[in-house]
Nanobody, 115 residues
Framework: QIQLVESGGGLVQTGGALSLSCAAS????????MQWYRQAPGKERELVADINSRGVSNYVDSVKDRFTISRDNGKNAVYLQMNSLKPEDTAVYYC?????????WGQGTQVTVSS
């Protein structure tokens, strides 16, 4: 059974930083792309960052140059370093992996940025 568990969310002031972690179990993640999504209240879930099996990453424009996605295949984990946080980054952040056309999500971790 594939499970994803996020951690590292919290409350931070504008301009601050947070680091999110996602630990996977039930699968060897090294050959799969992994993503971080977020969902703000009243908004649709959006893709924030993606990292493929070779470590190549992509970001939504709104977080470029502020967020960094990384992975540690030995630990079956993916991370999201978030710097220069803004109030509009406030959301629940989810880790995601697609395996054989099936989507798996973590439970989410709340990130709140105060102005």
């Amino acid at each position: 059974q594939i499970q994803l568990v996020e951690s590292g969310g919290g409350l931070v002031q504008t301009g601050g930083a947070l680091s999110l972690s996602c630990a996977a179990s039930g699968i060897i993640t090294s050959t799969y792309s992994m993503q971080w999504y977020r969902q703000a209240p009243g908004k649709e879930r959006e893709l924030v960052a993606d990292i493929n099996s070779r470590g190549v990453s992509n970001y939504v424009d709104s977080v470029k140059d502020r967020f960094t996605i990384s992975r540690d295949n030995g630990k079956n984990a993916v991370y999201l370093q978030m710097n220069s946080l803004k109030p509009e980054d406030t959301a629940v952040y989810y880790c995601h992996i697609r395996v054989y056309y099936r989507d798996y999500w973590g439970q989410g971790t709340q990130v709140t940025v105060s102005s």
